[in-house]
């Protein structure tokens, strides 16, 4: 166990919906990561926070967007869903730019 | 640009023999580099991290790998396999010199560990 959050761990839903992912980082680390895993992307870095700010962006689409709290945890929202958007989505967490740990992901299929 | 190579989709070994997954890396500054192991249905673990000094880093479950700037290469090994390590490995890289933490992976090596 990771110390890493996520919810709901699977998730179905239709196109042009709009879903929340939730995520939790480990006790102490002020760092979040998004990440998206899918079979032809591989594993593509989406968005880091850090305590509260965003700090680095990487592939996510204008549909997507995320934050992290006061308390740390971070969400990210999928909006227009299409069908390509289905992937699993994983969060990690660090203390500030080191070794990242990864919660057990959140399946989204979209149909 | 931030860039990983892992040149490999898959590595067969029998257990008990060394096994190398290959990474290759392209940063524009000083290089973070990690290796993470994947198993079926779970999140990524971390398995080693080279930030600076001694070019061989040791990790986890008996893993280790070779820094090399010159060759811009960091190699994951084990001296001797075993069938429990049949995973998704990644090497990933983060550039030090931005003010984020923007980390690229490659697209992993599939290692098949034969009894």
């Known amino acids: 166990d990771s110390g890493v959050t996520q919810t709901p761990k699977h998730l179905i839903t239709a196109t042009g919906q709009r879903v929340t992912l939730r995520c939790s980082p480990r006790s102490g680390d002020l760092s979040v990561y998004w990440y998206q895993q899918s079979l032809d992307q591989g594993l593509q870095f989406l968005i880091q926070?850090?305590?509260?700010?965003?700090?680095a962006k990487g592939n996510i689409l204008e549909r997507f967007s995320a934050q992290q709290f006061p308390d740390l945890h971070s969400e990210l929202n999928l909006s227009s869903l299409e069908l390509g958007d289905s992937a699993l989505y994983f969060c990690?967490?660090?203390?500030?730019?080191?070794?990242?740990?990864f919660g057990p992901g959140t399946r989204l299929t979209v149909l | 640009a931030q860039s990983v190579a892992q040149p490999e989709d898959q590595v067969n070994v029998a257990e008990g023999n060394p096994l190398t997954v290959k990474c290759t890396y392209s940063?524009?500054?000083?290089?973070?580099l990690f290796w993470y192991v994947q198993y079926p249905n779970r999140g990524l673990q971390f398995l080693l991290k080279y930030i600076t000094g001694d070019n061989l880093v040791k990790g986890s479950y008996g893993f280790e790998a070779e820094f090399n700037k010159s060759q811009t290469s960091f190699h994951l090994k084990k001296p001797s396999a075993l069938v429990s390590d049949s995973a998704l490995y990644f090497c990933a890289v983060r550039d030090s010199d931005t003010g984020g933490f923007k980390t690229i992976f490659g697209a992993g090596t599939r290692l098949f560990v034969k009894a």
């Open positions: 990690a967490s660090s203390v500030y730019g080191d070794e990242q740990f």
């Open positions: 940063v524009s500054g000083n290089p973070y």
């Open positions: 926070y850090y305590n509260g700010e965003e700090r």
